[in-house]
């Protein structure tokens, strides 16, 4: 018998990312190859070897989709109040302060105004490094307010999610942001203006149960988690195991939840087709597909 029994097992890391050193390398959690982090920006984050997906900050997300990386933001001033001053292991106001300074950003998200392919658009990036992408009182009104520009100006609105849910230190408030962007989304409905949601790794909580659910066409990123509540959170209910690939992309194209998964790489191509076959601009005549091993071609396959 042993003197010694290792009680407790090491402490596993649920992304199993690696990124040491900071900055230089990346080692890929899907198929295990370093990866230079020079070659991952250049690929939209994407690896090369076995097309995993990796989270995209908002500002890589909107310098990806507007021509040029050229943007005009709008309502970047806006920041929470803390107005149930909130506190939980620290207080809401602190960890607002902190996270402001972090990531260089007042909110969540970023609401922005450009052209995609020559189209002119409303993009609302979604940034998780911000309390998780949650949304709270200004989430909700700068996408609503992101609406409300797109139609007075009567383009379209894309809305890229990347969010745990509604903001729990925002209580009830956050709750409301589901439906007041779901009636701003309803006004540019009724004004036959076409809306696009893409959801990407994680879209969970009450941004699924509002927006990210909504458009005209729901676009999805490859093995992205979506859904309501987290699958552990479902499982330690209902004391079931779940089946594989539960919530992940795939499993709700399946199901019908999601209308189509891209390939980043090929998003931004599938993003202004479909709004010219929305707006009813003429389509535009592509050069003919590389040779093999070329670069790909942004136009989508599916
Ligand atoms: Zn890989």
């Given at each position: 018998m042993a003197w010694f029994k290792k009680t407790r097992k090491p402490i596993d890391n649920p992304d199993k990312v690696s990124r040491v050193p900071e900055g230089l390398w990346v080692k890929c959690p899907s198929c295990g190859r370093a990866l230079y982090n020079k070659d991952l920006v250049e690929s939209l984050?994407?690896?090369?070897?076995?097309?995993h997906h990796f989270r995209m900050s908002a500002t890589e997300r909107l310098s990806m989709l507007f021509d040029e990386a050229r943007w005009v933001e709008h309502d970047s001033g806006l920041q929470s109040l803390d107005p149930l001053s909130f506190t939980d292991t620290k207080a809401y106001r602190d960890r607002l302060a902190t996270t402001i300074k972090k990531t260089g950003q007042n909110d969540a998200v970023i609401v922005a105004s450009g052209t995609i392919e020559e189209i002119p658009v409303v993009v609302a990036a979604m940034e998780y490094a911000f309390i998780g992408g949650s949304m709270g009182v200004v989430v909700g009104e700068k996408i609503a307010r992101g609406a409300e520009r797109a139609l007075a100006n009567r383009s379209p609105l894309v809305i890229v999610s990347c969010s745990g849910g509604a903001r729990m230190m925002e209580g009830a408030l956050s709750l409301m942001q589901m439906a007041k962007i779901s009636a701003a989304l309803g006004r540019l409905d009724r004004a036959g203006l076409p809306y696009l949601s893409i959801l990407t790794d994680p879209t969970t909580g009450g941004v699924t149960a509002s927006f990210a659910m909504l458009g005209d066409l729901n676009i999805a990123e490859p093995k992205a988690l979506i859904g309501f509540a987290g699958p552990r959170v479902i499982e330690q209910t209902i004391r079931q195991k779940l089946p594989d690939g539960f919530q992940r992309s795939e499993f709700l194209l399946e199901k019908g939840f999601v209308d189509v998964i891209v390939d980043r790489r090929e998003l931004k191509g599938l993003i202004a087709n479909t709004l010219r076959v929305f707006t009813g601009r003429p389509a535009v005549v592509r050069p003919p597909a590389p040779a093999p091993g070329a670069p790909a071609d942004p136009t989508p396959s599916a």
């Open positions: 984050q994407v690896c090369p070897h076995c097309a």
